[in-house]
């Protein structure tokens, strides 16, 4: 009596998992080195701008903004539904001309940006 009991367990126990929706969380990952003069390029402001929330954490996230450290780089990282990504990146900063680009979470080659004074 026990044996019928079990293998009915145990075959409710696969029935409700293998119901089970799994979710696949990839990472979204922008980040590159700004320079001028082919000098590393400090206090640049970085504004990610995002067609879809991504997320930190729990938190949806569709713009973002850093300010490059001493290096000349930046950095975001966040987790998607591992569907295509579109972004614009703006960088900024006083006494330079202001670039933009446009890139997919396809691209996972860290960027290069030469900004140009004014």
Do not use: W
Not at 17 to 24: D, F, I, K, P
Not at 64 to 92: E, H, K, M, W
Request: hydrophobic content about 40%; proline content about 5%; some cysteine.
């Amino acid at each position: 009596m026990i044996l019928p009991r079990f293998a009915f367990f145990c075959l409710l126990i696969c029935s409700m998992t293998s119901c089970a929706t799994v979710q696949r969380d990839c990472y979204f990952h922008v980040s590159g080195k700004v320079s001028t003069d082919d000098k590393p390029l400090a206090g640049v402001l970085v504004k990610l701008i995002i067609d879809k929330p991504v997320f930190k954490a729990i938190t949806p996230v569709q713009n973002a903004s850093r300010i490059t450290d001493d290096n000349g780089q930046f950095d975001f990282s966040y987790l998607d539904d591992c569907s295509p990504v579109r972004y614009l990146i703006t960088f900024s900063r006083e006494g330079f001309k202001e670039m933009v680009l446009k890139g997919t979470n396809e691209n996972l080659t860290p960027y290069s940006v030469e900004l140009e004074r004014e």
